[in-house]
């Protein structure tokens, strides 16, 4: 059983940076494409950032210029860098892996304040 597991969530202030990590079990990793969402109280689930079996990215709008989707094949691993956070940014992000079937990460949160 694929299993997804988040972590690198937190409190940061504003401007402030995280990387979440994503650590994914099971041999599909590294042909399976892989994306971060996230989800706000009272929101719809978005998509933040998406990243292909070959290392290809792309961005919701909110995330250009800000946050960074990579994977390291070694560790069965992605990550989301965020940087220059903003407080509407806070939401529970959640690691997303298709190999085929949909797995999901149990989500971590990330609380931008002030």
């Known amino acids: 059983q694929l299993q997804l597991v988040e972590s690198g969530g937190g409190l940061v202030q504003p401007g402030g940076s995280l990387k979440l990590s994503c650590a994914a079990s099971?041999?599909?990793?590294?042909?399976?494409?892989m994306a971060w969402y996230r989800q706000a109280p009272g929101k719809q689930r978005e998509l933040v950032a998406f990243?292909?079996?070959?290392?290809?990215?792309r961005y919701a709008d909110s995330a250009k210029g800000r946050f960074t989707i990579s994977r390291e094949y070694a560790k069965n691993t992605v990550y989301l860098h965020m940087t220059s956070l903003k407080p509407e940014d806070t939401a529970n992000y959640c690691c997303?892996?298709?190999?085929?079937?949909?797995?999901w990460g149990q989500g971590t949160q990330v609380t931008v304040t002030s």
């Open positions: 990243i292909t079996s070959t290392g290809n990215t």
């Open positions: 099971g041999s599909t990793f590294s042909i399976s494409p």
């Open positions: 997303y892996l298709d190999s085929g079937a949909a797995y």
